[in-house]
Nanobody, 120 residues
Framework: VQLVESGGGVVQTGESLRLSCAAA????????IGWFRQAPEKEREGISCITSGSAATYYADSVKGRFTISRDDANDTVYLQMNSLKPEDTAVYYC??????????????WGQGTQVTVSS
């Protein structure tokens, strides 16, 4: 399983970025994919998730109305469109998936992260 994030950068308050998470090594369309972020000296927090088949999407209150998650199953990629960015959105952003093996064991997979910095 491989997850590779891209699209981070340095922007000013109010600007937008689109993050991508390219997946490989598993049947992508079967699985839910989530976005997490971790700011300096803070715990990693879940901010958005999209279910398999795009049946449902979820957002943390801190990003609801500003961020949009989507997926392209033909290209094994999940996107996070981030609008109206604020300095408090500054963090390393990670994509994540969880899989259960035949024994019932749960496995978490993470990308390497992409840095988003929002200047005021």
């Amino acid at each position: 399983v491989q997850l590779v994030e891209s699209g981070g950068g340095v922007v000013q308050t109010g600007e937008s970025l689109r993050l991508s998470c390219a997946a490989a090594g598993f049947r992508f369309d079967y699985y839910n994919i989530g976005w997490f972020r971790q700011a300096p000296e803070k715990e990693r927090e879940g901010i958005s998730c999209i279910t398999s088949g795009s049946a449902a999407t979820y957002y943390a209150d801190s990003v609801k109305g500003r961020f949009t998650i989507s997926r392209d199953d033909a290209n094994d990629t999940v996107y996070l469109q981030m609008n109206s960015l604020k300095p408090e959105d500054t963090a390393v952003y990670y994509c994540h998936t969880e899989q259960v093996d035949w024994t019932g064991g749960e496995h978490d997979y993470w990308g390497q992260g992409t840095q988003v910095t929002v200047s005021s």
